[in-house]
T-cell receptor, first 113, second 114 residues
Framework: DVKVTQSSRYLVKRTGEKVFLECVQD?????MFWYRQDPGLGLRLIYF???????EKGDIPEGYSVSREKKERFSLILESASTNQTSMYLC????????????FGPGTRLTVL | KNQVEQSPQSLIILEGKNCTLQ??????????LRWYKQDTGRGPVSLTI?????NTKSNGRYTATLDADTKQSSLHITASQLSDSASYIC?????????????FGAGTQVVVTP
């Protein structure tokens, strides 16, 4: 079974704090993704990575950065958390072909006060 | 504007009944369409994936249909169970090398009542 794990299920941070969200997958997948999910909106891509140290901006990269130093680990960094970054953050991974299944982690619900 | 529109936003059905969820998209070009199921508090799980050349795909009691000409897809749930209560998300991909370009619908929230 593919497992995508996220470091925290719930996180509460203060405005201005630096926040790290960690994601680990155990299936040797090349592609990893960070999405945010807000009520009434579809999942929106923040960043994705197609290889170690390789990344591409998604639709809403502002205020976020990412790091992929190892194939199995993809980190999302909020440089200076703001209240409008309160959201559910979902990590996903998949193989290289278009027909591959995209596997998601359980999500991290981040609240910024 | 979202290029993937789902309807209804939510529905309530009795256990054992069937239901159909709709997905209309304007994404172009089109490569494939996926349906995901997302239980409350969990990440989405893939149900089906179809290319433009396929018009139906089943996964147990879930059957997805696709009409690439009219850019419409539906997900039919047969003999619903309480465990079918979830959000169902339609996802469209424009090309085969575009993992970063997936377009997600906002989802249909399904509640199955006893």
């Amino acid at each position: 079974d593919v497992k995508v794990t996220q470091s925290s299920r719930y996180l509460v941070k203060r405005t201005g704090e630096k926040v790290f969200l960690e994601c680990v997958q155990d299936m040797d997948h090349e592609n990893m993704f960070w999405y945010r999910q807000d009520p009434g909106l579809g999942l929106r891509l923040i960043y994705f990575s197609y290889d170690v140290k390789m990344k591409e901006k998604g639709d809403i990269p502002e205020g976020y950065s990412v790091s992929r130093e190892k194939k199995e680990r993809f980190s999302l960094i909020l440089e200076s958390a703001s209240t409008n970054q309160t959201s559910m953050y979902l990590c996903a991974s998949t193989g290289t072909t278009w027909a591959d299944t995209q596997y998601f982690g359980p999500g991290t619900r981040l609240t910024v006060l | 504007k979202n290029q993937v529109e789902q309807s209804p936003q939510s529905l309530i059905i009795l256990e054992g009944k069937n239901c159909t969820l709709q997905c209309n998209y304007t994404v172009s070009p089109f490569s494939n369409l996926r349906w995901y199921k997302q239980d409350t508090g969990r990440g989405p799980v893939s149900l089906t994936i179809m290319t433009f050349s396929e018009n139906t795909k089943s996964n147990g009691r879930y059957t997805a249909t696709l009409d690439a000409d009219t850019k419409q897809s539906s997900l039919h749930i047969t003999a619903s169970q309480l465990s079918d209560s979830a959000s169902y998300i339609c996802v469209v991909s424009p090309t085969t090398d575009s993992w970063g370009k997936l377009q997600f619908g906002a989802g249909t929230q399904v509640v199955v009542t006893p």
